[in-house]
C-alpha cells in the first residue's frame, strides 16, 4: 500500500529542479528521477482509477475519457510509462489497429487503483492479466466513453457522469438471491440524471 499512497499523494514526486538558463529568456528543467517521464500526481491517479474501472485499456481511450481536450495521448503515455516504472501498470499486447493495451500489475496496481477508488482490495476484483492479448478493441470501454462524452453530432446529447461511475466484470444477485450475473459493465446514475433516485443500469 505505500506504493498506493506514493502515487496518489506524493506531490514532491512531481517536483522539477531548474537549472541554469540555457539561452536568455529560456530555462532548462531536470526531471524527477521517481517520475522521469514527467507524469504529474492527479494524472497517474486518474489512469489508475481509470484501470480500476475498464481493467484494459488503450492510451487514446483513456485519454478520450480523461483528458479529451488534449491534442494527442501523449501526456497519458507518458503517465503509462511512470506508472509502468514504479511496477503498477503494465502491456499485455496491442491492438489490431497497434494501439498498445494497458492494464493494472499485481496486488500493488489493484492497490493503487483501489485507493483512487475508494474501494478495498476485495472490490477491486483482477487485474485481467492476459486479455489485452487478443487484439480486441474492447468494445465496453467504447461504451463507456460514449456515455461520459455524448454524442458528437450537431445538437446532441451531453455525456453524463464520469468513468469512476462504472464498474465492469462484477457478479450481482439476482432477486431472491438463487442465481449470479456478470454483466460487461454496470453504470450507477448519477441523481442528478434521474431526479432523487440513483439508478444502476447493465448491460
Do not use: C, Y
Request: proline letters at 5%; hydrophobic letters at 40%; zero cysteines.
Amino acid at each position: 500500500m505505500q506504493r498506493a499512497g506514493a502515487v496518489a499523494h506524493d506531490d514532491q514526486a512531481d517536483a522539477v529542479e531548474p537549472a541554469e538558463p540555457t539561452r536568455p529568456g529560456r530555462t532548462a528543467f531536470r526531471r524527477g528521477s521517481a517520475n522521469p517521464n514527467g507524469s504529474t500526481t492527479a494524472l497517474r491517479a486518474d489512469v489508475l482509477g481509470a484501470l480500476g474501472v475498464l481493467k484494459v485499456a488503450t492510451a487514446d481511450q483513456l485519454q478520450r475519457l480523461l483528458r479529451p481536450g488534449a491534442a494527442s495521448n501523449t501526456v497519458i503515455r507518458q503517465a503509462l510509462r511512470d506508472l509502468a516504472l514504479n511496477g503498477l501498470v503494465a502491456s499485455d499486447g496491442n491492438t489490431r489497429n497497434r494501439h498498445k493495451t494497458w492494464r493494472l500489475e499485481g496486488t500493488a496496481g489493484l492497490e493503487a487503483a483501489g485507493h483512487v477508488l475508494g474501494l478495498p482490495r476485495a472490490d477491486m476484483g483482477s487485474t485481467a492479466r492476459g486479455a489485452g492479448r487478443s487484439g480486441a478493441q474492447h468494445a465496453v470501454n467504447e461504451t463507456i466513453t460514449a456515455f461520459v462524452l455524448g454524442g458528437t453530432a450537431p445538437e446532441a446529447a451531453g455525456g453524463v457522469g464520469t468513468v469512476t461511475d462504472w464498474a465492469t466484470e462484477v457478479e450481482f444477485l439476482l432477486p431472491g438471491g438463487k442465481r449470479k450475473v456478470r454483466p460487461d459493465g454496470v453504470w450507477q446514475a448519477p441523481q442528478r440524471a434521474f431526479g432523487e433516485s440513483s439508478l444502476p443500469f447493465m448491460f
